[in-house]
Protein backbone atom coordinates (compact mmCIF):
# COMPACT_ATOMS: atom_id res chain seq x y z
CA UNK A 1 0.00 0.00 0.00
CA UNK A 2 1.35 3.27 -1.23
CA UNK A 3 2.00 6.44 1.60
CA UNK A 4 2.94 9.77 1.72
CA UNK A 5 6.48 9.74 1.10
CA UNK A 6 7.49 12.41 3.61
CA UNK A 7 5.31 14.29 6.45
CA UNK A 8 6.42 17.97 5.21
CA UNK A 9 7.02 19.03 1.54
CA UNK A 10 10.19 17.09 0.24
CA UNK A 11 10.55 20.15 -2.32
CA UNK A 12 10.43 22.50 0.15
CA UNK A 13 13.31 20.12 2.58
CA UNK A 14 15.50 19.81 -0.91
CA UNK A 15 15.26 23.87 -1.65
CA UNK A 16 16.59 24.05 2.04
CA UNK A 17 19.71 22.03 1.13
CA UNK A 18 20.26 23.34 -2.52
CA UNK A 19 20.99 27.52 -1.26
CA UNK A 20 24.46 25.84 -0.19
CA UNK A 21 25.52 25.47 -3.59
CA UNK A 22 28.03 22.17 -4.41
CA UNK A 23 28.34 22.11 -1.08
CA UNK A 24 24.52 20.48 -0.60
CA UNK A 25 25.92 17.45 -2.46
CA UNK A 26 28.38 17.05 -0.03
CA UNK A 27 26.45 17.51 3.13
CA UNK A 28 24.17 14.14 1.41
CA UNK A 29 27.42 12.96 2.32
CA UNK A 30 28.00 14.07 6.40
CA UNK A 31 24.45 13.02 6.74
CA UNK A 32 24.29 9.25 6.08
CA UNK A 33 27.83 8.63 7.72
CA UNK A 34 26.69 10.79 10.84
CA UNK A 35 24.03 8.29 11.05
CA UNK A 36 25.90 5.39 10.72
CA UNK A 37 28.33 6.49 12.81
CA UNK A 38 25.84 6.77 15.96
CA UNK A 39 24.68 3.51 15.59
CA UNK A 40 26.43 0.14 17.09
CA UNK A 41 28.67 -0.05 14.95
CA UNK A 42 32.34 -2.26 14.09
CA UNK A 43 32.60 -1.49 10.17
CA UNK A 44 30.99 1.50 7.49
CA UNK A 45 30.65 0.65 3.96
CA UNK A 46 30.27 3.97 2.07
CA UNK A 47 29.84 3.93 -1.79
CA UNK A 48 29.52 7.14 -4.45
CA UNK A 49 29.29 5.27 -7.87
CA UNK A 50 28.82 7.27 -11.70
CA UNK A 51 25.99 5.85 -13.25
CA UNK A 52 24.25 7.02 -16.07
CA UNK A 53 24.85 10.25 -16.38
CA UNK A 54 23.86 12.50 -14.75
CA UNK A 55 23.14 10.25 -11.91
CA UNK A 56 25.05 9.17 -9.03
CA UNK A 57 24.04 6.04 -6.63
CA UNK A 58 24.99 6.51 -3.17
CA UNK A 59 25.22 3.87 -0.56
CA UNK A 60 25.62 3.73 3.25
CA UNK A 61 25.70 0.26 5.18
CA UNK A 62 26.50 -0.44 8.59
CA UNK A 63 26.79 -3.55 10.64
CA UNK A 64 24.70 -2.32 13.91
CA UNK A 65 23.01 -5.90 15.30
CA UNK A 66 19.73 -4.03 16.07
CA UNK A 67 19.38 -1.48 12.62
CA UNK A 68 17.04 1.30 12.92
CA UNK A 69 14.89 1.23 16.06
CA UNK A 70 11.59 1.79 14.06
CA UNK A 71 11.14 1.45 10.48
CA UNK A 72 8.83 4.77 10.70
CA UNK A 73 12.10 7.09 11.74
CA UNK A 74 12.97 6.55 7.99
CA UNK A 75 10.25 9.01 7.17
CA UNK A 76 8.92 10.54 10.05
CA UNK A 77 10.37 14.55 10.03
CA UNK A 78 11.28 16.05 13.46
CA UNK A 79 9.74 12.75 15.02
CA UNK A 80 11.40 11.69 18.84
CA UNK A 81 14.85 10.66 17.98
CA UNK A 82 16.38 7.95 20.14
CA UNK A 83 19.36 9.75 20.19
CA UNK A 84 18.03 13.42 21.05
CA UNK A 85 18.77 13.03 24.40
CA UNK A 86 22.27 11.55 24.46
CA UNK A 87 25.09 14.52 23.89
CA UNK A 88 27.55 12.42 22.14
CA UNK A 89 25.40 10.95 19.55
CA UNK A 90 25.16 13.61 16.01
CA UNK A 91 21.70 12.76 14.96
CA UNK A 92 18.59 15.85 16.78
CA UNK A 93 15.61 16.05 15.20
CA UNK A 94 15.25 12.76 13.16
CA UNK A 95 16.31 14.34 10.29
CA UNK A 96 19.02 13.47 8.10
CA UNK A 97 17.75 10.66 5.74
CA UNK A 98 15.19 13.26 4.78
CA UNK A 99 16.76 16.12 3.85
CA UNK A 100 19.16 13.19 1.78
CA UNK A 101 15.83 11.83 0.09
CA UNK A 102 14.58 15.29 -0.39
CA UNK A 103 17.55 15.21 -3.12
CA UNK A 104 17.19 12.24 -4.38
CA UNK A 105 15.21 11.08 -7.63
CA UNK A 106 14.39 7.90 -5.75
CA UNK A 107 16.07 5.59 -2.41
CA UNK A 108 15.80 2.61 -0.44
CA UNK A 109 16.07 2.04 3.11
CA UNK A 110 16.80 -1.40 4.35
CA UNK A 111 17.08 -2.53 8.05
CA UNK A 112 16.17 -5.30 10.33
CA UNK A 113 12.56 -3.97 10.90
CA UNK A 114 12.16 -3.77 7.39
CA UNK A 115 12.77 -1.79 3.82
CA UNK A 116 11.34 1.39 2.64
CA UNK A 117 11.60 2.40 -1.16
CA UNK A 118 10.94 6.00 -2.22
CA UNK A 119 9.67 7.51 -5.30
CA UNK A 120 10.40 11.47 -5.12
CA UNK A 121 8.88 11.63 -9.12
CA UNK A 122 5.65 11.03 -7.80
CA UNK A 123 5.88 12.00 -4.05
CA UNK A 124 5.32 8.42 -2.58
CA UNK A 125 6.64 5.66 -0.37
CA UNK A 126 6.34 1.99 -0.44
CA UNK A 127 6.98 0.40 2.98
CA UNK A 128 7.89 -3.86 3.29
CA UNK A 129 7.79 -4.71 7.05
CA UNK A 130 8.85 -8.55 5.78
CA UNK A 131 11.90 -7.41 3.71
CA UNK A 132 14.10 -7.47 6.35
CA UNK A 133 18.11 -7.49 6.96
CA UNK A 134 19.22 -9.77 9.81
CA UNK A 135 21.94 -6.74 11.08
CA UNK A 136 22.65 -3.42 10.48
CA UNK A 137 20.93 -0.77 8.01
CA UNK A 138 21.62 0.31 4.47
CA UNK A 139 20.78 3.29 2.53
CA UNK A 140 20.75 3.67 -1.16
CA UNK A 141 19.97 6.76 -3.03
CA UNK A 142 20.07 7.83 -6.71
CA UNK A 143 20.67 11.43 -7.41
CA UNK A 144 21.75 13.90 -10.10
CA UNK A 145 25.18 15.17 -10.00
CA UNK A 146 27.67 17.63 -11.55
CA UNK A 147 30.76 16.84 -12.27
CA UNK A 148 32.13 19.01 -9.27
CA UNK A 149 29.18 18.01 -7.06
CA UNK A 150 30.83 14.50 -7.46
CA UNK A 151 34.30 15.71 -6.92
CA UNK A 152 33.11 17.32 -3.86
CA UNK A 153 31.54 14.58 -2.38
CA UNK A 154 34.25 12.36 -2.40
CA UNK A 155 36.12 15.61 -0.92
CA UNK A 156 33.55 15.46 1.79
CA UNK A 157 34.14 11.69 2.51
CA UNK A 158 37.58 12.21 2.91
CA UNK A 159 37.57 14.36 5.65
CA UNK A 160 35.14 12.76 8.10
CA UNK A 161 37.07 11.95 11.22
CA UNK A 162 36.60 8.19 11.61
CA UNK A 163 35.76 7.11 15.22
CA UNK A 164 38.01 4.92 17.66
CA UNK A 165 36.71 1.64 16.79
CA UNK A 166 35.15 1.93 13.80
CA UNK A 167 36.58 0.87 10.60
CA UNK A 168 34.68 2.66 7.98
CA UNK A 169 35.76 2.15 3.75
CA UNK A 170 35.22 4.56 0.87
CA UNK A 171 34.61 3.00 -2.56
CA UNK A 172 36.84 -0.22 -0.89
CA UNK A 173 39.34 1.70 0.33
CA UNK A 174 39.76 2.49 4.42
CA UNK A 175 39.44 6.00 5.22
CA UNK A 176 42.23 6.75 7.39
CA UNK A 177 42.70 7.53 10.95
CA UNK A 178 44.33 10.82 11.62
CA UNK A 179 46.33 10.97 14.86
CA UNK A 180 45.49 14.52 16.74
CA UNK A 181 48.29 17.36 17.34
CA UNK A 182 46.83 17.40 21.10
CA UNK A 183 43.15 16.30 23.27
CA UNK A 184 42.10 18.33 26.08
CA UNK A 185 39.16 18.20 27.79
CA UNK A 186 36.92 21.32 28.21
CA UNK A 187 33.45 22.41 29.16
CA UNK A 188 31.51 23.66 26.53
CA UNK A 189 27.48 24.47 25.48
CA UNK A 190 25.54 21.17 23.86
CA UNK A 191 22.51 20.09 23.09
CA UNK A 192 20.17 17.17 24.47
CA UNK A 193 16.14 16.54 24.43
CA UNK A 194 14.74 16.37 27.73
CA UNK A 195 12.18 13.65 29.31
CA UNK A 196 9.01 16.21 27.69
CA UNK A 197 11.40 15.97 24.56
CA UNK A 198 12.38 19.72 24.22
CA UNK A 199 15.59 20.27 23.28
CA UNK A 200 17.97 22.48 25.59
CA UNK A 201 21.59 23.43 26.09
CA UNK A 202 23.74 22.54 29.32
CA UNK A 203 27.52 22.74 29.48
CA UNK A 204 29.14 19.45 29.59
CA UNK A 205 32.60 18.38 30.00
CA UNK A 206 33.89 16.94 26.45
CA UNK A 207 37.15 15.92 25.01
CA UNK A 208 38.33 18.08 22.06
CA UNK A 209 40.92 17.08 19.38
CA UNK A 210 42.85 19.24 17.59
CA UNK A 211 44.43 18.25 14.05
CA UNK A 212 46.53 19.28 11.14
CA UNK A 213 44.62 19.78 8.20
CA UNK A 214 45.80 18.39 4.72
CA UNK A 215 47.36 20.66 2.43
CA UNK A 216 44.16 20.88 0.35
CA UNK A 217 42.15 21.03 3.24
CA UNK A 218 40.54 24.08 5.04
CA UNK A 219 40.13 24.03 8.45
CA UNK A 220 37.25 22.96 10.17
CA UNK A 221 35.06 22.94 13.19
CA UNK A 222 34.01 19.27 13.71
CA UNK A 223 31.39 17.39 15.73
CA UNK A 224 31.87 14.03 16.75
CA UNK A 225 33.99 13.79 13.70
CA UNK A 226 31.72 14.94 10.80
CA UNK A 227 32.62 18.41 9.56
CA UNK A 228 30.04 21.49 10.37
CA UNK A 229 31.59 24.59 9.38
CA UNK A 230 35.01 25.66 7.85
CA UNK A 231 36.81 28.26 9.84
CA UNK A 232 39.81 29.11 8.46
CA UNK A 233 41.93 29.18 11.22
CA UNK A 234 45.01 27.12 11.60
CA UNK A 235 43.75 23.41 12.54
CA UNK A 236 40.96 21.02 12.42
CA UNK A 237 39.37 21.20 15.58
CA UNK A 238 36.27 18.33 16.64
CA UNK A 239 34.54 18.49 19.70
CA UNK A 240 33.15 15.40 21.34
CA UNK A 241 29.74 16.14 21.82
CA UNK A 242 26.61 17.32 19.99
CA UNK A 243 27.85 21.28 18.89
CA UNK A 244 24.92 23.68 19.12
CA UNK A 245 23.93 24.31 15.62
CA UNK A 246 21.42 26.78 13.72
CA UNK A 247 18.20 24.70 12.14
CA UNK A 248 20.02 24.09 8.69
CA UNK A 249 22.89 22.32 10.34
CA UNK A 250 25.62 23.99 8.75
CA UNK A 251 26.69 26.72 11.45
CA UNK A 252 27.81 27.83 14.65
CA UNK A 253 26.97 31.23 16.99
CA UNK A 254 29.69 33.55 16.77
CA UNK A 255 29.68 32.82 20.66
CA UNK A 256 30.35 29.44 20.34
CA UNK A 257 32.97 30.06 17.93
CA UNK A 258 35.05 32.18 19.71
CA UNK A 259 35.01 30.29 23.00
CA UNK A 260 36.32 27.47 20.71
CA UNK A 261 39.10 29.33 19.43
CA UNK A 262 39.93 30.54 22.81
CA UNK A 263 40.27 27.27 24.33
CA UNK A 264 42.74 26.00 20.79
CA UNK A 265 44.70 29.06 21.17
CA UNK A 266 45.16 28.90 25.49
CA UNK A 267 46.24 24.36 25.01
CA UNK A 268 48.31 25.39 21.46
CA UNK A 269 50.08 28.49 22.50
CA UNK A 270 53.10 26.61 22.03
CA UNK A 271 52.80 25.94 18.42
CA UNK A 272 52.27 29.98 17.54
CA UNK A 273 53.91 31.63 15.16
CA UNK A 274 53.96 35.20 13.68
CA UNK A 275 51.63 34.70 10.77
CA UNK A 276 48.95 32.07 13.22
CA UNK A 277 49.24 35.39 15.32
CA UNK A 278 47.42 37.69 13.64
CA UNK A 279 44.69 35.46 12.22
CA UNK A 280 40.93 35.67 13.14
CA UNK A 281 41.86 32.55 15.23
CA UNK A 282 44.36 34.29 17.64
CA UNK A 283 42.68 37.77 17.65
CA UNK A 284 39.13 36.58 18.33
CA UNK A 285 40.46 34.41 21.38
CA UNK A 286 42.61 37.70 22.37
CA UNK A 287 39.59 39.46 23.11
CA UNK A 288 38.01 36.67 25.72
CA UNK A 289 38.85 36.94 29.31
CA UNK A 290 39.16 33.37 29.42
CA UNK A 291 42.24 33.41 27.53
CA UNK A 292 45.31 32.50 30.10
CA UNK A 293 48.10 34.86 30.80
CA UNK A 294 50.79 32.19 29.11
CA UNK A 295 48.59 32.52 25.71
CA UNK A 296 48.82 36.05 25.89
CA UNK A 297 52.35 36.11 26.16
CA UNK A 298 52.72 33.54 23.92
CA UNK A 299 50.71 35.79 21.13
CA UNK A 300 52.60 38.82 21.75
CA UNK A 301 56.10 36.88 21.17
CA UNK A 302 54.96 35.22 18.34
CA UNK A 303 53.99 38.47 16.26
CA UNK A 304 57.00 40.15 17.29
CA UNK A 305 59.53 37.64 17.22
CA UNK A 306 60.45 38.40 20.07
CA UNK A 307 60.63 37.41 24.04
CA UNK A 308 58.53 39.20 26.12
CA UNK A 309 61.26 41.75 28.09
CA UNK A 310 61.93 43.08 24.35
CA UNK A 311 58.62 44.04 23.75
CA UNK A 312 56.45 47.69 25.34
CA UNK A 313 53.88 49.89 25.15
CA UNK A 314 54.29 52.73 23.07
CA UNK A 315 54.48 55.96 25.47
CA UNK A 316 52.44 58.54 23.20
CA UNK A 317 53.53 61.62 25.52
CA UNK A 318 57.52 60.46 24.43
CA UNK A 319 57.45 59.35 20.31
CA UNK A 320 61.46 59.86 20.58
CA UNK A 321 61.36 57.02 23.27
CA UNK A 322 59.63 55.28 21.21
CA UNK A 323 62.11 55.61 18.07
CA UNK A 324 65.00 55.37 20.38
CA UNK A 325 63.32 51.84 21.76
CA UNK A 326 63.03 50.38 18.23
CA UNK A 327 66.38 51.57 17.68
CA UNK A 328 67.50 49.53 20.53
CA UNK A 329 65.72 46.38 19.34
CA UNK A 330 62.31 46.62 20.99
CA UNK A 331 59.10 45.76 19.12
CA UNK A 332 56.35 48.68 20.06
CA UNK A 333 52.72 48.02 20.95
CA UNK A 334 51.11 50.84 19.45
CA UNK A 335 47.33 51.82 20.87
CA UNK A 336 45.43 51.17 17.53
CA UNK A 337 46.94 47.77 17.22
CA UNK A 338 44.61 45.40 19.57
CA UNK A 339 40.69 46.49 20.64
CA UNK A 340 39.79 47.29 23.94
CA UNK A 341 39.10 43.93 24.60
CA UNK A 342 42.15 42.61 23.44
CA UNK A 343 44.15 45.58 25.21
CA UNK A 344 42.41 44.33 28.77
CA UNK A 345 44.17 40.94 28.10
CA UNK A 346 47.50 42.77 26.94
CA UNK A 347 47.67 44.82 30.39
CA UNK A 348 47.45 41.63 32.23
CA UNK A 349 50.97 41.63 31.23
CA UNK A 350 52.31 44.72 32.64
CA UNK A 351 54.30 45.36 29.87
CA UNK A 352 56.62 48.59 30.31
CA UNK A 353 56.29 51.86 28.33
CA UNK A 354 59.21 52.65 25.54
CA UNK A 355 60.18 55.48 27.88
CA UNK A 356 60.84 53.09 30.83
CA UNK A 357 63.15 51.05 28.64
CA UNK A 358 64.60 53.60 26.37
CA UNK A 359 63.97 57.27 28.45
CA UNK A 360 64.88 60.12 26.89
CA UNK A 361 66.70 63.05 29.29
CA UNK A 362 64.02 65.91 28.94
CA UNK A 363 64.18 69.32 31.39
CA UNK A 364 61.40 68.54 33.63
CA UNK A 365 60.44 71.62 34.59
CA UNK A 366 57.63 72.81 37.33
CA UNK A 367 54.51 74.67 36.45
CA UNK A 368 54.86 76.63 40.24
CA UNK A 369 58.06 78.58 39.25
CA UNK A 370 60.12 77.32 41.95
CA UNK A 371 63.01 75.81 39.42
CA UNK A 372 66.27 77.25 40.40
CA UNK A 373 66.31 79.72 37.59
CA UNK A 374 69.78 82.19 37.66
CA UNK A 375 68.44 85.74 36.99
CA UNK A 376 69.92 88.40 34.57
CA UNK A 377 71.34 90.31 37.18
CA UNK A 378 73.51 87.35 38.53
CA UNK A 379 74.98 86.28 35.02
CA UNK A 380 78.48 86.45 34.24
CA UNK A 381 79.83 88.01 31.67
CA UNK A 382 80.54 84.82 30.22
CA UNK A 383 76.79 83.96 30.67
CA UNK A 384 75.44 87.40 28.69
CA UNK A 385 78.08 86.34 26.13
CA UNK A 386 76.76 82.81 25.39
CA UNK A 387 73.09 84.26 25.84
CA UNK A 388 73.54 86.65 23.03
CA UNK A 389 75.67 84.91 20.78
CA UNK A 390 72.81 81.93 20.96
CA UNK A 391 70.01 84.43 20.18
CA UNK A 392 72.14 85.90 17.27
CA UNK A 393 72.90 82.40 16.11
CA UNK A 394 68.85 81.30 16.38
CA UNK A 395 67.98 84.52 14.23
CA UNK A 396 70.83 83.76 11.63
CA UNK A 397 69.25 79.82 11.98
CA UNK A 398 65.97 79.78 12.67
CA UNK A 399 64.77 82.80 11.33
CA UNK A 400 63.14 83.72 14.20
CA UNK A 401 63.64 85.85 17.58
CA UNK A 402 64.61 83.30 20.66
CA UNK A 403 64.82 83.42 24.40
CA UNK A 404 67.86 82.07 26.46
CA UNK A 405 67.17 81.52 29.94
CA UNK A 406 69.99 79.91 32.33
CA UNK A 407 69.14 77.49 34.95
CA UNK A 408 71.07 75.90 37.89
CA UNK A 409 69.85 71.94 38.94
CA UNK A 410 72.43 69.55 39.24
CA UNK A 411 70.14 66.96 39.24
CA UNK A 412 68.99 67.78 36.01
CA UNK A 413 70.49 65.39 33.48
CA UNK A 414 70.18 67.53 30.63
CA UNK A 415 72.83 70.08 29.65
CA UNK A 416 70.11 72.34 27.64
CA UNK A 417 66.81 72.02 25.97
CA UNK A 418 65.25 73.96 23.14
CA UNK A 419 60.89 74.26 22.72
CA UNK A 420 58.56 76.91 21.84
CA UNK A 421 61.41 79.16 20.56
CA UNK A 422 62.88 79.23 23.85
CA UNK A 423 66.53 78.17 24.92
CA UNK A 424 67.64 76.81 28.35
CA UNK A 425 71.12 76.09 29.51
CA UNK A 426 71.27 74.55 31.90
CA UNK A 427 74.70 75.89 34.54
CA UNK A 428 74.51 73.14 37.20
CA UNK A 429 75.58 70.19 34.23
CA UNK A 430 77.34 72.78 31.88
CA UNK A 431 79.48 74.22 34.78
CA UNK A 432 80.52 77.83 34.81
CA UNK A 433 83.84 76.94 32.63
CA UNK A 434 81.65 76.45 29.28
CA UNK A 435 80.67 79.91 29.88
CA UNK A 436 83.49 81.97 31.09
CA UNK A 437 86.45 79.78 28.79
CA UNK A 438 83.95 78.68 25.56
CA UNK A 439 84.95 76.61 22.99
CA UNK A 440 83.69 77.36 19.55
CA UNK A 441 83.12 73.64 18.34
CA UNK A 442 81.46 72.41 21.79
CA UNK A 443 79.39 75.82 21.73
CA UNK A 444 78.36 75.65 17.94
CA UNK A 445 77.95 71.49 19.16
CA UNK A 446 75.05 72.00 21.56
CA UNK A 447 73.48 75.04 20.04
CA UNK A 448 72.99 73.69 16.80
CA UNK A 449 71.69 70.47 18.37
CA UNK A 450 69.15 72.06 20.10
CA UNK A 451 67.93 74.53 17.28
CA UNK A 452 67.29 71.24 15.23
CA UNK A 453 64.00 70.81 17.67
CA UNK A 454 62.87 73.94 15.99
CA UNK A 455 62.21 71.64 12.94
CA UNK A 456 61.76 68.15 14.86
CA UNK A 457 61.83 67.28 18.59
CA UNK A 458 62.39 63.70 18.07
CA UNK A 459 66.37 62.77 17.81
CA UNK A 460 65.86 59.66 15.75
CA UNK A 461 63.77 60.57 12.61
CA UNK A 462 64.99 61.96 9.42
CA UNK A 463 63.48 65.46 9.69
CA UNK A 464 65.86 66.15 12.61
CA UNK A 465 69.45 64.61 10.98
CA UNK A 466 68.34 66.47 8.45
CA UNK A 467 68.06 70.01 9.91
CA UNK A 468 71.02 69.23 11.78
CA UNK A 469 73.17 69.19 8.50
CA UNK A 470 71.40 71.96 6.84
CA UNK A 471 72.58 74.38 9.62
CA UNK A 472 76.40 72.80 9.93
CA UNK A 473 76.41 74.14 6.37
CA UNK A 474 74.91 77.27 7.02
CA UNK A 475 77.31 77.38 9.89
CA UNK A 476 80.26 76.92 7.43
CA UNK A 477 78.78 79.43 5.13
CA UNK A 478 78.54 82.27 7.77
CA UNK A 479 82.58 81.48 9.16
CA UNK A 480 83.46 82.40 5.33
CA UNK A 481 81.48 85.16 4.49
CA UNK A 482 80.66 86.93 7.76
CA UNK A 483 83.72 85.46 10.19
CA UNK A 484 83.35 89.20 12.58
CA UNK A 485 79.71 87.50 13.54
CA UNK A 486 82.11 84.59 15.59
CA UNK A 487 85.24 86.96 16.30
CA UNK A 488 82.51 89.58 18.16
CA UNK A 489 81.64 86.48 21.12
CA UNK A 490 84.96 84.17 20.72
CA UNK A 491 87.90 86.65 20.22
CA UNK A 492 89.97 83.73 20.35
CA UNK A 493 88.74 81.63 17.50
CA UNK A 494 90.09 84.62 15.73
CA UNK A 495 93.94 84.35 15.82
Not at 60 to 80: K, N, Q, R
Amino acid sequence: MKKTLLEVNPRGLARTLRRRGVDAKAQVMFELVSNAFDQNVIAVKIVLEKQRAPMVMISVEDDDPAGFPALHHAYELFGESPKAGNAEKRGRFDIGEKLVISLCEKAEISTTKGTVEFDTKNNTRVEYPLKKRKAGSIFTGWIKMEPEEFDACCAAVKKVLVPEGVTATFNGEVLPRRQPLKIFNAKLPTEFSDESGEFRRSIRNTVVWVLEPEADEEPTLYEMGIPVVGTGDRWHVCIGQRVPLNVERDNVTPAYLKQIRTLVVNEMRDKLDAEISCTPLVCAALESPDILPEATKAILEARYELPLDKIAIADPKEPESTSKAIAEGYGVIYGNQFSRAQWDQVRKLDLPTTFDVAPVHRLHLSGDGEDNWVPEEKWSPGMKNMVEFARALGHRLLGVSISVKILNNIKESCSAAFGSRSLTLNLGRLGHKWFDQPILPAVIDLYIHEFGHHICGNHLDSKYHDALSKMAGEVCQMALDDPAFFHRHFPIAGR
